[in-house]
């Protein structure tokens, strides 16, 4: 297994635009969770699935933002009519909820530039 | 409200020298602590997981210390190498929750 993968890695678009980012958890981890980072700043939570099911949203997820993971294993993150507050590094994480202490696995992550 | 505060916010050391970075919460209920490591434009990668029980953990030139009673963390790095270059950053689960709570991490730079 080679670990998270995200895609693109990186985005450059215009403000007002849409924009799509792909995560690839490690196989057969059951959560999910995404994250947006900004530069000099520790990683904050979006949002979390476990399996299919979406069980968590931080505040900071707004109605601009939406997330999936149609059938329990990759997931989607879109911000629509992207603003340049969005500029930031969005990563994925993946665990096992089985495992021991759970540990979370990260991407490389994405980074957007909202122009 | 559960916080994690690190410092320095920055760091520059020679190759070979040794650092400590430090870490303070206010988590409960308190699960466990992990040291990340971050390289520029990468995702963070685990260094040490401690739980409440342990205080000191080794990984490489990496020891982790914690002291559950005042709340505080530290991560020493001996030997410092150029590739120790990297944001580290100090996380706490709480517990039963699967949110991670992030401090904003101290900046390292080690300079030949």
């Known amino acids: 297994d080679t670990g998270v993968s995200q895609d693109p890695r990186h985005k450059i678009t215009k403000r007002g635009q849409n924009v799509t980012f792909r995560c690839d958890p490690i196989?057969?981890?059951?959560?999910l969770y995404w994250y947006r980072q900004t530069l000099g700043q520790g990683p904050e939570f979006l949002t979390y699935f476990q399996n299919e099911a979406q069980l968590e949203k931080s505040r900071l997820l707004s109605d601009r933002f939406s997330a999936e993971r149609p059938k329990g294993s990759f997931s989607t993150l879109e911000i629509q009519r992207t603003e340049q507050g969005d500029s930031a590094m969005y990563l994925c994480?993946?665990?096992?909820?089985?495992?021991?202490?759970?540990?979370?696995?990260f991407g490389p992550g994405t980074r957007l530039t909202v122009l | 409200k559960n916080q994690v505060e690190q410092s320095p916010q920055s760091l520059i050391i020679l190759e070979g020298k040794n650092c400590t970075l430090q870490?303070?919460?206010?988590?409960?209920?308190?699960?466990?602590l992990r040291w990340y490591k971050q390289d520029t434009g990468r995702g963070p990668v685990s260094l040490t997981i401690m739980t409440f029980s342990e205080n000191t953990k080794s990984n490489g030139r990496y020891t982790a210390t914690l002291d559950a009673d005042t709340k505080q963390s530290s991560l020493h790095i001996t030997a410092s190498q150029l590739s120790d270059s990297a944001s580290y950053i100090c996380?706490?689960?709480?517990?039963?929750?699967?949110?991670?709570?992030f401090g904003a991490g101290t900046r390292l730079a080690v300079h030949p």
């Open positions: 994480a993946s665990s096992d909820s089985l495992a021991e202490n759970n540990e979370q696995f």
């Open positions: 996380v706490v689960r709480s517990g039963g929750y699967n949110k991670l709570i």
């Open positions: 870490c303070n919460y206010t988590v409960s209920p308190f699960s466990n």
């Open positions: 196989s057969e981890h059951n959560r």
